[in-house]
């Protein structure tokens, strides 16, 4: 009988709280500003080789 209730209880009860907290607000800032930073100087640096090809060589 013990283990019967041992058993509705584990299935009926609240699951275990995990701590589930991530990165701070910070890091988030900081790795989101990297990524644009990286992805503004590709389309320069794509931009730039574009330009270059389209001038006339002298």
């Known amino acids: 009988m013990r283990f019967l209730h041992l058993?509705?209880?584990?299935?009926?009860?609240?699951?275990p709280r995990r701590d589930q907290r991530g990165l701070s607000q910070s890091t988030e800032t900081a790795i989101l500003l990297g990524g644009a930073v990286l992805v503004a100087a590709a389309v320069v640096a794509a931009v730039t080789v574009y330009v270059n090809a389209k001038l006339p060589r002298p």
């Open 7 to 15: 058993l509705v209880a584990a299935l009926v009860g609240p699951p």
